[in-house]
C-alpha cells in the first residue's frame, strides 16, 4: 500500500511535469521528456500523458473562447465604429465620401458612397452604387480625360490622386468637385478609398475675383485718367498707356522716373512731403499738376492709397485731368455772377428754399424789404426767424400749397406790416423747383411792392365814385329841368300857345 501511495504520487509529480512541459514549451517534442519519465512504468506514463494533453486541450479551448469574445467584441466596436464614420461622412458638408472598386475587367463599382453626393449633385446614391456608369456619364465632356488620366496615373504608380474637375448635376448645372483618392490593392482588386468636394461656390468665387482683376486691368489699362504706382521710396514700377501718352514719356523713361520728376520743380518739395505722409496714412489726395515732357503742364486731381503690387507695399495714385473741369466751372461762376447782377439789379425780390421753407438764397432787393444786411443773413433762416409771427404761418401754408400739390401759385396779394409801421402789399409767385424725378424738392419766388399801386388804385376808385355820384347829382338835376319844361308846355298848350320847349322821352331816361 505505502508503495502503491508512492507510486501515484510519482505520477501525480510527473503529470504536473509533463503538463506544465507541454504548455510551456510547446517548441520541443514529446519524446525530450521521456528521460524524465523514464523511472515510471509505461503505464503511469500514459496517465501522465493523457492527463498532461486534457489539460493542454482545456487551455487551448479557454483560449480560443477568450479570443472569439475578444474578436466578437472587436467586431461590434468595429461596426459601431464603421456606423459613427458613415454616418460623420453622411453629415460632412459638401463632401462625399466614397469607396471605389476596379474589377480585373476593368468595370468600376462603387462600394461605398455618402449622403453627400445626393445632396451636392442630387442623383439617387442607391442608383450610383448599383451603375457607377451614372456617374461618370455626368462627368463634363471637356473633363472626362483628365479623370481617365489621373485614375491611370494612380494605377500605374499606386500613389494618391488629387484633381478637380467639372460634374453636371441631375438639373443640368454646371458644379466643381475636388476629388482626393488613395489606391490600393485588395484581393485582386483595385481600391480607391477617397472623397469628393463641391468646390463650386470657391471656383466661381475665383474665377469672379479673376475675371474682376482682368477687367481692372482692362479698365486702367483703357481708361483716360492717369495710373502710377511707385514703391515706398517713390520709384515708379507702373504707369498705364494714359501717362505715356498725355506725358509724352516713353515707358522706358518712366522705368527710370521717380513719381517726383513727373511734377514741376516748383511742386517737388510738397510731393515730398506727400509721398512722406503716405508712410504712415493710407490715403490722401493731391491737387498738384503733372509735367509734361515738353514742359507743360497738365492740371490735375490725384487719389493717393497705399495698396499691394507683386506682393509688395506701393503706393498707387490716379490722376483726372481737370482742365475742362477748371474751365467749366469758371464759366459756371461767371454765369453765376452774372444771373447774380440780374437778380441784383431788378426791382423785384427774389428767393428760394428747400422744402421745408428754409431759405437758400436771394437777391439784394430781398434782404433790402426785409431789413437785412447780407446774403448771409438770409440763408438757413425760415419765414418763422425773418417775418412777423402772425404773417409766418401764412407764408409756410402757401410754401407747402405749392411742394404738396406740385403747381406753382401765381399773382396773389399779402399784406404786411412796414418797418414805418404801415401796411404795404405785396403781389407774390411762387413756382416749385423739381428733382429729376419730377418731385418737388423746394420752391422758388419772386414778389413785387404794390402798396403804391394798391394806393394808387384806391385813390382811383374813390374818385371814380365820386365822379358817379356827381354823375348821379346831373342826371336827377337835368330830369328835374326836362320835367319843368314838360310842365310849361303844357300849360302853354291849355292856352292854346306852341310849345316853346322840345322834350323826349330819351332825355328822361
Given at each position: 500500500?505505502?508503495?502503491?501511495?508512492?507510486?501515484?504520487?510519482?505520477?501525480?509529480?510527473?503529470?504536473?511535469?509533463?503538463?506544465?512541459?507541454?504548455?510551456?514549451?510547446?517548441?520541443?517534442?514529446?519524446?525530450?521528456?521521456?528521460?524524465?519519465?523514464?523511472?515510471?512504468?509505461?503505464?503511469?506514463?500514459?496517465?501522465?500523458?493523457?492527463?498532461?494533453?486534457?489539460l493542454l486541450l482545456m487551455g487551448v479551448l479557454i483560449r480560443l473562447r477568450q479570443m472569439r469574445v475578444s474578436l466578437e467584441r472587436k467586431s461590434l466596436a468595429l461596426e459601431k465604429s464603421e456606423r459613427h464614420i458613415r454616418l460623420m461622412g453622411d453629415n460632412l458638408?459638401?463632401?462625399?465620401?466614397?469607396?471605389?472598386?476596379?474589377?480585373?475587367?476593368?468595370?468600376?463599382?462603387?462600394?461605398?458612397?455618402?449622403?453627400?453626393?445626393?445632396?451636392?449633385?442630387?442623383?439617387?446614391?442607391?442608383?450610383?452604387?448599383?451603375?457607377?456608369?451614372?456617374?461618370?456619364?455626368?462627368?463634363?465632356?471637356?473633363?472626362?480625360?483628365?479623370?481617365?488620366?489621373?485614375?491611370?496615373?494612380?494605377?500605374?504608380?499606386?500613389?494618391?490622386?488629387?484633381?478637380?474637375?467639372?460634374?453636371?448635376?441631375?438639373?443640368?448645372?454646371?458644379?466643381?468637385?475636388?476629388?482626393?483618392?488613395?489606391?490600393?490593392?485588395?484581393?485582386?482588386?483595385?481600391?480607391?478609398?477617397?472623397?469628393?468636394?463641391?468646390?463650386?461656390?470657391?471656383?466661381?468665387?475665383?474665377?469672379?475675383?479673376?475675371?474682376?482683376?482682368?477687367?481692372?486691368?482692362?479698365?486702367?489699362?483703357?481708361?483716360?485718367?492717369?495710373?502710377?504706382?511707385?514703391?515706398?521710396?517713390?520709384?515708379?514700377?507702373?504707369?498705364?498707356?494714359?501717362?505715356?501718352?498725355?506725358?509724352?514719356?516713353?515707358?522706358?523713361?518712366?522705368?527710370?522716373?521717380?513719381?517726383?520728376?513727373?511734377?514741376?520743380?516748383?511742386?517737388?518739395?510738397?510731393?515730398?512731403?506727400?509721398?512722406?505722409?503716405?508712410?504712415?496714412?493710407?490715403?490722401?489726395?493731391?491737387?498738384?499738376?503733372?509735367?509734361?515732357?515738353?514742359?507743360?503742364?497738365?492740371?490735375?486731381?490725384?487719389?493717393?492709397?497705399?495698396?499691394?503690387?507683386?506682393?509688395?507695399?506701393?503706393?498707387?495714385?490716379?490722376?483726372?485731368?481737370?482742365?475742362?473741369?477748371?474751365?467749366?466751372?469758371?464759366?459756371?461762376?461767371?454765369?453765376?455772377?452774372?444771373?447774380?447782377?440780374?437778380?441784383?439789379?431788378i426791382p423785384m425780390s427774389v428767393f428760394w428754399k428747400d422744402k421745408d421753407s428754409v431759405y437758400l438764397g436771394c437777391n439784394k432787393t430781398f434782404t433790402r424789404e426785409c431789413g437785412l444786411e447780407s446774403l448771409e443773413d438770409v440763408v438757413g433762416k425760415t419765414p418763422?426767424?425773418?417775418?412777423?409771427?402772425?404773417?409766418?404761418?401764412?407764408?409756410?401754408?402757401?410754401?407747402?400749397?405749392?411742394?404738396?400739390?406740385?403747381?406753382?401759385?401765381?399773382?396773389?396779394?399779402?399784406?404786411?406790416?412796414?418797418?414805418?409801421?404801415?401796411?404795404?402789399?405785396?403781389?407774390?409767385?411762387?413756382?416749385?423747383?423739381?428733382?429729376?424725378?419730377?418731385?418737388?424738392?423746394?420752391?422758388?419766388?419772386?414778389?413785387?411792392?404794390?402798396?403804391?399801386?394798391?394806393?394808387?388804385?384806391?385813390?382811383?376808385?374813390?374818385?371814380?365814385?365820386?365822379?358817379?355820384?356827381?354823375?348821379?347829382?346831373?342826371?336827377?338835376?337835368?330830369?328835374?329841368?326836362?320835367?319843368?319844361?314838360?310842365?310849361?308846355?303844357?300849360?302853354?298848350?291849355?292856352?292854346?300857345?306852341?310849345?316853346?320847349?322840345?322834350?323826349?322821352?330819351?332825355?328822361?331816361?
Amino acid at each position: 500500500m505505502p508503495r502503491q501511495r508512492t507510486t501515484i504520487l510519482k505520477a501525480a509529480r510527473s503529470m504536473a511535469l509533463a503538463a506544465g512541459m507541454v504548455a510551456t514549451a510547446r517548441a520541443g517534442t514529446l519524446s525530450d521528456y521521456l528521460g524524465d519519465l523514464s523511472y515510471l512504468k509505461s503505464d503511469t506514463v500514459i496517465i501522465a500523458l493523457l492527463a498532461s494533453t486534457v489539460l493542454l486541450l482545456m487551455g487551448v479551448l479557454i483560449r480560443l473562447r477568450q479570443m472569439r469574445v475578444s474578436l466578437e467584441r472587436k467586431s461590434l466596436a468595429l461596426e459601431k465604429s464603421e456606423r459613427h464614420i458613415r454616418l460623420m461622412g453622411d453629415n460632412l458638408p459638401n463632401v462625399t465620401i466614397f469607396q471605389l472598386v476596379q474589377t480585373p475587367e476593368g468595370t468600376f463599382r462603387f462600394t461605398y458612397l455618402s449622403k453627400g453626393y445626393e445632396r451636392a449633385l442630387g442623383f439617387d446614391r442607391d442608383h450610383v452604387l448599383q451603375d457607377a456608369r451614372i456617374a461618370y456619364d455626368h462627368v463634363y465632356e471637356e473633363d472626362v480625360s483628365l479623370l481617365k488620366r489621373a485614375f491611370l496615373l494612380g494605377k500605374e504608380n499606386m500613389e494618391p490622386v488629387d484633381f478637380e474637375l467639372r460634374v453636371l448635376d441631375i438639373t443640368g448645372k454646371l458644379k466643381w468637385l475636388y476629388v482626393s483618392a488613395v489606391p490600393h490593392m485588395d484581393q485582386g482588386m483595385l481600391v480607391w478609398d477617397g472623397f469628393m468636394q463641391d468646390v463650386s461656390t470657391n471656383k466661381n468665387t475665383e474665377d469672379a475675383l479673376v475675371e474682376e482683376n482682368r477687367n481692372f486691368q482692362n479698365l486702367f489699362e483703357t481708361i483716360d485718367d492717369f495710373l502710377v504706382v511707385c514703391d515706398m521710396n517713390g520709384t515708379l514700377i507702373h504707369t498705364n498707356p494714359s501717362v505715356v501718352k498725355r506725358l509724352g514719356y516713353s515707358s522706358r523713361e518712366l522705368g527710370d522716373m521717380s513719381i517726383f520728376e513727373l511734377y514741376p520743380e516748383e511742386s517737388r518739395v510738397e510731393i515730398y512731403q506727400v509721398i512722406a505722409r503716405m508712410q504712415t496714412e493710407q490715403a490722401t489726395t493731391c491737387g498738384l499738376p503733372l509735367k509734361m515732357k515738353s514742359n507743360g503742364t497738365i492740371p490735375v486731381e490725384m487719389n493717393i492709397f497705399q495698396g499691394s503690387w507683386k506682393n509688395k507695399k506701393a503706393i498707387f495714385g490716379v490722376a483726372r485731368d481737370i482742365a475742362n473741369r477748371q474751365r467749366t466751372e469758371s464759366a459756371l461762376r461767371e454765369s453765376q455772377q452774372m444771373l447774380q447782377l440780374i437778380m441784383d439789379t431788378i426791382p423785384m425780390s427774389v428767393f428760394w428754399k428747400d422744402k421745408d421753407s428754409v431759405y437758400l438764397g436771394c437777391n439784394k432787393t430781398f434782404t433790402r424789404e426785409c431789413g437785412l444786411e447780407s446774403l448771409e443773413d438770409v440763408v438757413g433762416k425760415t419765414p418763422y426767424d425773418l417775418f412777423d409771427p402772425a404773417l409766418a404761418p401764412q407764408i409756410v401754408s402757401r410754401d407747402q400749397d405749392v411742394i404738396v400739390n406740385n403747381q406753382p401759385l401765381f399773382n396773389y396779394t399779402q399784406s404786411h406790416t412796414r418797418a414805418d409801421g404801415s401796411i404795404g402789399w405785396r403781389e407774390i409767385s411762387k413756382i416749385p423747383l423739381r428733382n429729376e424725378n419730377g418731385r418737388a424738392v423746394g420752391i422758388l419766388g419772386v414778389w413785387r411792392d404794390v402798396t403804391e399801386q394798391n394806393r394808387a388804385e384806391e385813390r382811383l376808385k374813390r374818385t371814380l365814385e365820386d365822379m358817379e355820384r356827381f354823375n348821379q347829382l346831373m342826371r336827377g338835376r337835368e330830369r328835374r329841368t326836362l320835367e319843368l319844361k314838360a310842365e310849361i308846355n303844357k300849360l302853354l298848350k291849355e292856352l292854346g300857345e306852341p310849345q316853346k320847349y322840345r322834350t323826349t322821352t330819351d332825355d328822361l331816361s
